[in-house]
């Protein structure tokens, strides 16, 4: 079982591994004049740069570098006075003191220390550390690593701010200090992304509708936060050694209110789907084994880049990515007469191949992921059935794209009434964002009724539909988002199709809105008024506008995907679209080996929380574009996630933000959704 992934995975210029190569190489390395083989050294951490370590790099690798040793700054360590020391730690007091506590005094707990801060250290904290004279002649580097994010994806990174909705899209009197250090704490973190890879970002952000007079808070966010990583990454001209002195690259900032429907619609790739149908711990799986006269043994397996076939499959459909692997179980089978004969004339169970793997020790590694990822498969192909998922997942589609509305949506709540309340919230919050109006007055409580949900979860699709910003019949506001990216055909549309006349996978029409805006702006016709500059790049790209053009040309001499299989699903039987779903293996390994020969990066920032969705866009992007693009975020979130915590927190308390805004229709409408029962807001309102 051979799988061909190209070089991109390992190419030193992609965005992950120039993050990696700089922890082994800058930090883990800081004395090479001096090193040999046999000085190991002991690194220390803090819990935030544990998690930098971790994304960034594998245990053997750090082993590899000199590592002896891995410690937690904050845990009783032993001395070790014979070996040096690498201090791997956020620029905090706290941090400090525990370092001075280590290195201070007559007896330090090891030889020398080199230190590395994640980020700009204090003027006050480094005056701290010079003030012990007795730890200065045994630091034997200090230095600022500017490298405070984690390196979730090849082309991926979050900050660690999973609370930002809430801290930046909360009650503005109540949350002033804690918005300031979230927006300072974010910016600085992706500051440290451009730092990390030599780059000077053109900075681009969303840009706040309306006047001053009837601008929001929240929606300042895009511009606030941009205007603070450009004077971050503007200083660093002056206070880095080579660091680039014009736009090399070009970043957009933009937040989770532009597309409300990405956190919530079924995504039907492998990894959106695992890690929206199934029990994970962040990308941990737990399973069991069987073992021969023995009961089954639980096992954990990350599913990560450092797996070969997770890294094919996992911007994959569903149904190509189980096609896939049944494929490559035939095929070992077929090359191997131990696999022959357990087959007794018929197909070859997980069970029988996990059999195998013991009558085989030779391909045992190869063998156990593939049956690993048969049975995630086959789990996820068993929950589209049992939860109905593709007429629900069909009707979402429909409904974003136009083609259907109230008839079906009532339709399926009364055929389905064992969908769970999740599914039907999800279907719900996209029906209310593409339809407001059907919920105005009584319209939404009786959809509530007919779905059996309760009156909680009508608040959160209400707060849900004016976050949005879409237009109803009833009101008019000012000052508020456009769900639409384009003006939209007179039925009610989220998205417009793309037919680019390429053969793809059934319920794979939907893309997130981010798609359009990189397209865009890698030609150059982002409008300037909508999404304008911290500064007027150096050289706008060709074709550049003031105004939105059309969509991309269709591709020319498109090769269709064959889809035909009798393991295919009749349901997943292929229609047009532009989607392809190309797997990793594919990505960049046509584009070129040597990343200087492809065009600048393009970054793009989520405030609030990134999609996997979103993920799965900057791939296939990069591919189509052969241009690296690199999803950056707050947090990525899957749909559980997003509507159990986020939502129901978010969504209440933005009535605070809108209400300064809104008629007095919408007000009313607010109080009803904050108060306890229609009596008590009908008496507020009256007051």
């Given at each position: 079982?051979?799988?061909?992934?190209?070089?991109?995975?390992?190419?030193?210029?992609?965005?992950?591994?120039?993050?990696?190569?700089?922890?082994?190489?800058?930090?883990?390395?800081?004395?090479?004049?001096?090193?040999?083989?046999?000085?190991?050294?002991?690194?220390?951490?803090?819990?935030?740069?544990?998690?930098?370590?971790?994304?960034?790099?594998?245990?053997?690798?750090?082993?590899?570098?000199?590592?002896?040793?891995?410690?937690?700054?904050?845990?009783?360590?032993?001395?070790?006075?014979?070996?040096?020391?690498?201090?791997?730690?956020?620029?905090?007091?706290?941090?400090?003191?525990?370092?001075?506590?280590?290195?201070?005094?007559?007896?330090?707990?090891?030889?020398?220390?080199?230190?590395?801060?994640?980020?700009?250290?204090?003027?006050?904290?480094?005056?701290?550390?010079?003030?012990?004279?007795?730890?200065?002649?045994?630091?034997?580097?200090?230095?600022?690593?500017?490298?405070?994010?984690?390196?979730?994806?090849?082309?991926?990174?979050?900050?660690?701010?999973?609370?930002?909705?809430?801290?930046?899209?909360?009650?503005?009197?109540?949350?002033?200090?804690?918005?300031?250090?979230?927006?300072?704490?974010?910016?600085?973190?992706?500051?440290?992304?451009?730092?990390?890879?030599?780059?000077?970002?053109?900075?681009?952000?969303?840009?706040?509708?309306?006047?001053?007079?009837?601008?929001?808070?929240?929606?300042?966010?895009?511009?606030?936060?941009?205007?603070?990583?450009?004077?971050?990454?503007?200083?660093?001209?002056s206070t880095i050694p080579e660091f680039p002195q014009k736009e090399t690259c070009e970043l957009l900032i933009v937040d989770r209110p532009i597309d409300q429907i990405a956190p919530v619609i079924h995504e039907w790739t492998y990894d959106a789907m695992c890690h929206d149908l199934l029990e994970m711990d962040g990308n941990k799986y737990i399973y069991e084994v069987s073992k021969m006269d023995s009961e089954p043994e639980k096992k954990e397996s990350l599913l990560e880049d450092h797996d070969p076939l997770w890294l094919e499959l996992r911007h994959a459909h569903i149904a190509d990515a189980s096609e896939r692997l049944?494929?490559?179980?035939?095929?070992?089978?077929?090359?191997?007469?131990?696999?022959?004969?357990?087959?007794?004339?018929?197909?070859?169970?997980?069970?029988?191949?996990?059999?195998?793997?013991?009558?085989?020790?030779?391909?045992?590694?190869?063998?156990?992921?593939?049956?690993?990822?048969?049975?995630?498969?086959?789990?996820?192909?068993?929950?589209?059935?049992?939860?109905?998922?593709?007429?629900?997942?069909?009707?979402?589609?429909?409904?974003?794209?136009?083609?259907?509305?109230?008839?079906?949506?009532?339709?399926?709540?009364?055929?389905?009434?064992?969908?769970?309340?999740?599914?039907?919230?999800?279907?719900?919050?996209?029906?209310?964002?593409?339809?407001?109006?059907?919920?105005?007055?009584?319209?939404?409580?009786?959809?509530?009724?007919?779905?059996?949900?309760?009156?909680?979860?009508?608040?959160?699709?209400?707060?849900?539909?004016?976050?949005?910003?879409?237009?109803?019949?009833?009101?008019?506001?000012?000052?508020?988002?456009?769900?639409?990216?384009?003006?939209?055909?007179?039925?009610?549309?989220?998205?417009?199709?793309?037919?680019?006349?390429?053969?793809?996978?059934?319920?794979?029409?939907?893309?997130?809105?981010?798609?359009?805006?990189?397209?865009?702006?890698?030609?150059?016709?982002?409008?300037?008024?909508?999404?304008?500059?911290?500064?007027?790049?150096?050289?706008?790209?060709?074709?550049?506008?003031?105004?939105?053009?059309?969509?991309?040309?269709?591709?020319?001499?498109?090769?269709?995907?064959?889809?035909?299989?009798?393991?295919?699903?009749?349901?997943?039987?292929?229609?047009?679209?532009?989607?392809?779903?190309?797997?990793?293996?594919?990505?960049?390994?046509?584009?070129?080996?040597?990343?200087?020969?492809?065009?600048?990066?393009?970054?793009?920032?989520?405030?609030?929380?990134?999609?996997?969705?979103?993920?799965?866009?900057?791939?296939?992007?990069?591919?189509?574009?052969?241009?690296?693009?690199?999803?950056?975020?707050?947090?990525?979130?899957?749909?559980?996630?997003?509507?159990?915590?986020?939502?129901?927190?978010?969504?209440?308390?933005?009535?605070?933000?809108?209400?300064?805004?809104?008629?007095?229709?919408?007000?009313?409408?607010?109080?009803?959704?904050?108060?306890?029962?229609?009596?008590?807001?009908?008496?507020?309102?009256?007051?």
């Open positions: 079982m051979s799988v061909d992934f190209g070089a991109p995975a390992d190419d030193p210029k992609v965005f992950r591994n120039i993050c990696r190569d700089r922890i082994l190489k800058d930090l883990l390395k800081p004395d090479k004049d001096k090193e040999t083989k046999s000085s190991w050294k002991v690194l220390i951490m803090d819990k935030f740069t544990v998690k930098i370590m971790a994304y960034a790099c594998k245990m053997a690798e750090i082993t590899d570098a000199g590592i002896s040793l891995v410690e937690d700054l904050f845990k009783r360590r032993e001395p070790m006075p014979s070996m040096d020391a690498i201090y791997f730690l956020q620029p905090l007091k706290e941090n400090v003191i525990m370092l001075l506590s280590d290195m201070s005094g007559r007896c330090p707990l090891y030889r020398k220390a080199y230190i590395f801060f994640s980020s700009p250290i204090p003027k006050e904290l480094v005056t701290y550390i010079k003030n012990d004279s007795s730890v200065i002649p045994r630091i034997g580097a200090l230095r600022e690593m500017n490298l405070e994010f984690f390196a979730i994806d090849m082309q991926g990174f979050v900050t660690d701010h999973d609370t930002a909705l809430n801290d930046l899209y909360g009650p503005s009197e109540q949350n002033s200090k804690k918005f300031n250090d979230t927006i300072s704490t974010m910016a600085t973190r992706i500051a440290t992304t451009f730092a990390s890879l030599k780059e000077f970002p053109c900075v681009r952000y969303r840009a706040p509708k309306g006047d001053a007079s009837t601008t929001t808070k929240f929606d300042m966010v895009p511009k606030w936060l941009a205007t603070a990583v450009w004077d971050i990454v503007s200083k660093y001209k049944y494929e490559k179980m035939n095929n070992f089978v077929a090359k191997n007469k131990a696999a022959q004969l357990s087959r007794d004339g018929g197909e070859v169970s997980t069970r029988d191949l996990q059999k195998i793997v013991q009558a085989l020790p030779q391909y045992s590694e190869q063998v156990e992921k593939l049956t690993l990822h048969i049975e995630i498969a086959g789990k996820i192909n068993r929950c589209i059935r049992e939860y109905g998922l593709r007429d629900i997942g069909q009707l979402e589609q429909d409904l974003v794209f136009g083609d259907a509305g109230a008839k079906e949506v009532i339709s399926i709540l009364r055929s389905k009434q064992d969908m769970s309340p999740e599914n039907k919230m999800r279907l719900l919050i996209i029906y209310a964002i593409v339809y407001p109006e059907k919920f105005e007055g009584d319209k939404g409580e009786k959809l509530m009724q007919l779905a059996k949900l309760p009156h909680d979860d009508m608040d959160v699709i209400n707060c849900l539909r004016y976050l949005d910003g879409s237009n109803t019949k009833k009101s008019s506001r000012t000052g508020t988002f456009s769900l639409k990216f384009d003006a939209q055909k007179k039925k009610n549309a989220a998205r417009t199709d793309k037919h680019d006349g390429e053969e793809t996978w059934a319920l794979s029409r939907f893309f997130p809105l981010i798609e359009e805006l990189i397209e865009k702006l890698s030609k150059g016709e982002l409008p300037l008024k909508e999404y304008p500059s911290m500064s007027e790049p150096n050289s706008a790209p060709q074709g550049a506008t003031q105004t939105a053009s059309s969509a991309a040309r269709p591709a020319q001499n498109p090769q269709p995907m064959s889809m035909r299989s009798r393991r295919t699903p009749t349901w997943a039987k292929s229609r047009n679209s532009d989607d392809s779903q190309s797997s990793d293996s594919s990505v960049l390994r046509h584009a070129s080996g040597d990343f200087k020969r492809l065009g600048n990066r393009i970054f793009v920032f989520m405030v609030g929380g990134a999609t996997r969705s979103e993920l799965r866009t900057v791939h296939k992007l990069t591919m189509k574009m052969k241009r690296e693009i690199v999803l950056g975020s707050s947090s990525i979130d899957d749909p559980p996630q997003f509507i159990s915590v986020k939502t129901q927190f978010l969504f209440k308390v933005l009535l605070f933000s809108f209400s300064s805004n809104l008629s007095t229709g919408l007000l009313k409408f607010s109080l009803l959704c904050s108060c306890n029962d229609s009596a008590t807001a009908e008496a507020e309102v009256d007051r």
